[in-house]
């Protein structure tokens, strides 16, 4: 059962996928057996993603850069 649950059991690892509808029921039972755990962590507000933006000034160095090393493998190539 656990090979389902995780997604790395194959599909026709058994003849027991044949026996009807009752797989999710069964699962069920066996993934409330899991321990749950209380992680502080999750007990306050979630924290913003800080994510620094990119000024224009290195927008276009990173361009360049592209732009240069479009041309290197051109010239490799070529």
Do not use: C, Q
């Not at 599909?11 to 039972?29: E, F, I, P």
């Not at 979630?46 to 276009?60: D, E, G, L, S």
């Amino acid at each position: 059962m656990e090979g389902f649950i995780t997604g790395y059991r194959p599909k026709d690892a058994n003849s027991g996928n044949d026996y009807g509808d009752h797989w999710m029921l069964t699962m069920s039972k066996e993934i409330e057996k899991y321990p749950r755990y209380e992680l502080a962590a999750f007990d306050g507000p979630p924290i913003p993603h800080k994510r620094r933006r990119r000024t224009n000034f290195y927008v276009a160095v990173a361009k360049a850069a592209k732009e240069r090393r479009k041309a290197a493998r051109a010239k490799h190539g070529a």
